[in-house]
C-alpha cells in the first residue's frame, strides 16, 4: 500500500507550501496525516516552519494558538491523500503526531512525544517526559529519550537505545531491542519475537521479560543485587556465571544475586533464556545471525 501511495505521490504532488508561525514556550504541535510523511526538526527559534509536498488539488493549514499549532490538510473533495510534511519547531516543543498510511521522523526533541501510525515506521531522537510511540504494520525506533517510554508495534521489531527512565515495550510478531538503557522498571513482552535487555538492574527495580515463541536474552551487570525466577516450558536456561538455583520445579526455578532487593522475571514457552554481563548480549546476538547466514548460504549452495 505505501508503494502504491508512493506512485501516486510521485504523479500528484505539484505544489509546495511554506508557511512560518510565531508559538509562545508550551505550546504543542498536533499534526494528522493520512498518507506521506511526517518529519520533524528542531531549531532554536521560537517559531513554528511548515513545509509540505502536496497535490495542487490540496490546502494546508496551520492554526496557532497559545497553547497549540494545529497542522491539517483539506482535499477539494475530503481529506488529503498523500502530503510529505517537513516541520522544524522548538526543541522543548510538544508533539502529537498521528496517521494512517505515514512515516514520522522526529530528531532533536527535547519535548513530550506522541506518535501513532497504522502502517507506517516511527523513528525517534530525543524525548524528554512522557514518550508514546506506536505503529501497528512498521517499526518502532528509539534512540536517546528520557522519560516515561511506551512503544508499541503488531507486527514489526521495536528497537530502543540509550533511554532512561520507566519503559515498557510491546509487539506480537516481532523481536524487542532494548539497549543502552538505564532504568527501574522495565517491561518487554512479545508473542513470536526474540527480546534483548542489555541495560541496568538497579536496587529495588522491577524488571519483566516475557515471550511465547522466541529467546531471551537478558543482561545483569557485576554487583548487581536481584532476585531472579525463570519459567520456560520447551527451552533452555543458561548463565554467564555462576548462580545457585533455588525453588526448582519442572518448568520454574529462581535464584538470588547479592541481597535480591531487585526482581527481574523472565519467562518463555518456547525459547531458549540466556543470561550475561553488558555488552556480551549484543555481541553473542551478531555472532548467531551471523552464524545463520552462513548457514543459509551454504544450503544455497548445495541445492545449486
Known amino acids: 500500500m505505501l508503494t502504491t ?29 493520512f498518507g506521506g510523511e511526517i518529519a520533524i526538526k528542531t531549531w532554536s527559534k521560537s517559531a513554528v516552519r511548515v513545509t509540505a509536498s502536496h497535490s ?44 494512517v498510511y505515514t512515516d514520522i ?35 518502532v525506533t528509539l534512540e536517546k529519550a528520557r522519560g516515561r517510554i511506551d512503544l508499541s508495534s503488531v507486527n514489526e521489531t521495536i528497537k530502543a537505545s540509550q533511554i532512561s527512565g520507566d519503559v515498557s515495550a510491546e509487539t506480537v510478531n516481532g523481536d524487542i531491542s532494548l ?25 529495588g527495580g522491577r524488571y519483566r521479560f516475557s515471550t511465547h515463541d522466541g529467546d531471551l536474552r537478558v543482561s545483569v551487570p557485576e554487583k548487581s543485587n536481584v532476585s531472579v525466577s525463570v519459567s520456560t516450558f520447551d527451552g533452555d536456561f543458561n548463565a554467564c556465571f555462576p548462580v545457585q538455583l533455588t525453588g526448582k520445579t519442572k518448568h520454574r526455578f529462581s535464584f538470588t544475586i547479592g541481597s535480591g532487593n531487585a526482581r527481574l522475571e523472565l519467562e518463555s514457552f518456547n525459547g531458549d533464556i540466556r543470561l550475561c554481563r553488558p555488552g556480551q548480549l549484543a555481541k553473542d546476538k551478531d555472532r548467531d545471525q551471523h552464524k545463520n547466514h552462513d548457514q543459509d548460504h551454504d544450503q544455497d549452495q548445495e541445492e545449486e
Open 5 to 33: 501511495l508512493a506512485t501516486l505521490a510521485g504523479l500528484a504532488l505539484a505544489q509546495q507550501t511554506d508557511t512560518t508561525v510565531p508559538v509562545r514556550a508550551g505550546a504543542r504541535l498536533e499534526v494528522n496525516n
Open 105 to 139: 521522523t522526529v530528531d532533536g526533541s527535547q519535548g513530550e512525544i506522541t506518535a501513532e501510525t497504522v502502517q507506517g515506521t516511527v523513528k525517534v531522537s530525543g524525548g524528554v517526559g512522557n514518550v508514546s510511540l506506536k505503529s501497528v504494520q512498521g517499526d
Open 56 to 99: 495542487s488539488r490540496d490546502r494546508i493549514t496551520v492554526d496557532a494558538s497559545e497553547q497549540v499549532v494545529r497542522v491539517k490538510s483539506e482535499g477539494r473533495r475530503g481529506p488529503s491523500q498523500v502530503v510529505d510534511y517537513e516541520i522544524t519547531v522548538p526543541a522543548a516543543m510538544a508533539l502529537a503526531l498521528s496517521g
Open 179 to 203: 539497549v543502552q538503557v538505564e532504568s527501574s522498571n522495565a517491561e518487554a513482552t512479545t508473542v513470536n519475537g526474540d527480546v534483548l535487555y542489555d541495560g541496568t538492574i538497579k536496587d
